[in-house]
Nanobody, 125 residues
Framework: QVQLVESGGGLVQAGDSLRLSCAAS????????MGWFRQAPEKEREFVAT????????YYGDSVKGRFTISRDNAKNTVALQMNSLKPEDTAFYYC??????????????????WGKGTLVTVSS
């Protein structure tokens, strides 16, 4: 069992930066591919970024490439999402996700084993 708790959301202006963090419980954090998703009101959940078990490989959704960076610290059981050059269209609830499926160039929500409860990011214009 893994519990994921996100933090770091808030209200920022367009062009600002924000860093989200996800703290995981359990001793098997390093066994999971980790990722971030987001969901805006009345929209489907969208893949944002993923990182492999060791932290050596990452992949991003097209809408955030070049602006967001995912990282993990297996010693601290944390995964982070650094978000730069934020845009109003980045406004959404951001969810941390863990999967036992090997790293791939996306994450399928149906393959997620554990979800966090989400943290809200609001970007004003």
């Amino acid at each position: 069992q893994v519990q994921l708790v996100e933090s770091g959301g808030g209200l920022v202006q367009a062009g600002d930066s924000l860093r989200l963090s996800c703290a995981a419980s359990g001793r098997t954090f390093g066994s999971y591919t980790m990722g971030w998703f987001r969901q805006a009101p009345e929209k489907e959940r969208e893949f944002v970024a993923t990182i492999d078990r060791s932290g050596g490989r990452t992949y991003y959704g097209d809408s955030v490439k070049g602006r967001f960076t995912i990282s993990r610290d297996n010693a601290k059981n944390t995964v982070a999402l650094q978000m730069n050059s934020l845009k109003p269209e980045d406004t959404a609830f951001y969810y941390c996700a863990a999967s036992i499926i090997d790293f791939a160039m996306t994450m399928n929500p149906s393959n997620i084993n554990y979800w966090g409860k989400g943290t809200l990011v609001t970007v004003s214009s």
